[in-house]
């Protein structure tokens, strides 16, 4: 779900940053709330799954800090990209990373739940 989940948001920031008018924007809005959907609760349960219970806690607030870290550098980033290239460059360049980081989801993150343990 993860890496699915980044991807269906890498489409619909492309769908946004390519689209003239407001269907192909609600579009890229609704893929991308689904794939934000499918992400965040899905990134925080794989921490839990790795996480020891008794630095479970910490485990989980060093993922928030490194993911609001991103937050705050795409910022950046996307700022700068837009003062030199529009904002239309700098919204294609943010959906090229979110589909880097579901490639780099699914080369490093492996699966925890083991076969013996299917619901």
Request: glycine share 14%; no cysteine.
């Amino acid at each position: 779900m993860i890496v699915s989940g980044m991807w269906v948001q890498a489409i619909g920031i492309l769908i946004i940053a390519v689209g003239h008018h407001e269907l192909p924007w609600l579009a890229g809005l609704i893929l991308l709330g689904l794939g934000t959907a499918q992400v965040y609760p899905t990134l925080l349960a794989a921490i839990g799954d790795v996480a020891n219970p008794r630095w479970r806690a910490s485990a989980v607030g060093v993922y928030r800090l490194w993911r609001d870290l991103g937050y705050a550098a795409g910022a950046i980033l996307s700022g700068i990209v837009a003062d030199l290239f529009g904002i239309r460059s700098s919204i294609v360049l943010v959906g090229f990373l979110t589909f880097l980081s579901g490639i780099g989801a699914a080369g490093f993150m492996r699966e925890t739940l083991q076969p013996d343990q299917n619901p």
